[in-house]
């Protein structure tokens, strides 16, 4: 920037090349609203009252003209495929080609004449179009790290977090997530918390490094896939290497804060000198460099290539095995089925991450992760790509849809059944993290195959030719067919033909990392 307006001054440069960007665009409602027809004329002083006259009061005022104004008709609305069809077959409607959308459902709901972003809506086109199978209240399940604060570290250009916790999503009241980036090199400094963190590396490698209680020590490398785990309390440190790192990291308590972390560098200040010139056995002058303020996310020495320069061990030893604070999760191949694949993560594999449970599950287009729900856990789930919707239901009558694209954090209570569909062109990718020593769920469909069926079909009137296609062991994935409105023509869900417009999904040889 010192640069170009150098030159700009010196007149290199043209006087266009200096002015500032245009503002965001985006798509809105045009013309009055709310009685004010925009832009209003430009003064270049104060002029007109700030107050109205006590003649404009109700019945004092006269009546106003109620037609031949700023009306609220709405124009031949514009509709999308699946928006005339049964509200209870709740088609996903695709927005993207409405201008603008309309709240509208077969004869459900109206026309909508502004104020509006229609961004928020084709993002989110079953909270402004709902099912008509939606009902009742349930809490908020969705919550954008897009719209998450997004922290700066310390010093030039280090990294950044964010984070989800209940002061923004209040219902997730067990788990809350953060999203970090460690610039190559940087580093989350040393550091503990009072809450379990459990993390999944989403882009670059970490050099990790921990101590537990017995002066056990620990350091490894992770990647992309890959996943570490520390008990409440444990010290650790986290550095991004040569290609720097971006991760995922979940805590078992909702009301978890970034901000309220244990950082070596603030209990150096808040301590006398006196104490840890006694506590090291060293001078006061010793301590005289120590930093004037916390560390946080900062740029470091480059970790050496050969990790054994940095396995520093005590009588405690080295950390190894069951005991080991990372599991290589991307060297594990996914588990394949129509429809989709999933790769589970639990205490089963990974012991030290006792109550932590994850499922990593790939979506073909329109592909359903099947109706299910968590016997003792709340799910807390990411988005990593795509884009997909989540029905909840809640005891005793009410249920709620979402839309959720990459970046976007669900939250859905124990016991709450759901389902993820996907609703794009392309595979969908999300995590599943549970606070369970096991990681499992109930299936809606394996439930009533394993029913007696004269039970299943005195409750449900379901007939014995869907009874009978019923799996009696867990399938997790459902295939579906990729254009999503074609149920409303054809009455099959299950075809798995798409539309001409569906992109190549990822094939299983390629989501275990293997080459064609």
Known sequence: MYIQTTLLAAGVLPLAYGLPAPQLTYEENKGPVGGISAPLPSFTGAAGD???SADLQGGVASRPPTSGGDNAIVENPQLVNGQEADPKLGLYLNFNSADPPQPLRGELG???????????EKLNPDLYAPPGTDTGDVPNAMWPMGLSHNRPGTGKQGGWARQQNMAVLPNAKEMAGVDMRLEPHSYRELHWHTSAEWALVLKGSVRVAAMNED???YVDDVTAGDVWYFPPGIPHSLQGLDEGAEFLLVFDDGAFSEDETFLASEMMLRSPKEVWAKDFQSDVSALDNIPDDQKYIFKGTPAPADITKQNVTGSGGFLSGPSAYTYHWSQQEFHNTTGGSVK???????????MFSA???VLEPGALREVHWHTTSDEWSYFLQGSARITVFKAPAASRTFDFTAGDVGYIAQAAGHYVENTGTEDVIFLEVLQAKKFGDISASQWFALTPRQIVKDTLNLTDE???????????IKPGNANLTAIAVTGNANATTGNANVSRSLSARERNGRSN
Do not use: C, H, N, W
């Not at 109206?110 to 928020?120: C, H, K, S, V």
């Not at 589970?344 to 006792?354: C, G, M, N, S």
């Open 50 to 52: 700030l107050r109205g």
């Open 110 to 120: 109206g026309t909508d004449p502004g104020p509006r972003t229609y961004q928020y």
């Open 344 to 354: 589970i993560l639990d205490p089963v594999t990974f012991p030290i991450a006792e």
């Open 359 to 361: 499922a990593l599950v």
């Open 215 to 217: 002066g056990a020590s």
């Open 466 to 476: 869907v009874l009978d296609r019923l799996p009696k062991d867990k399938t997790y």
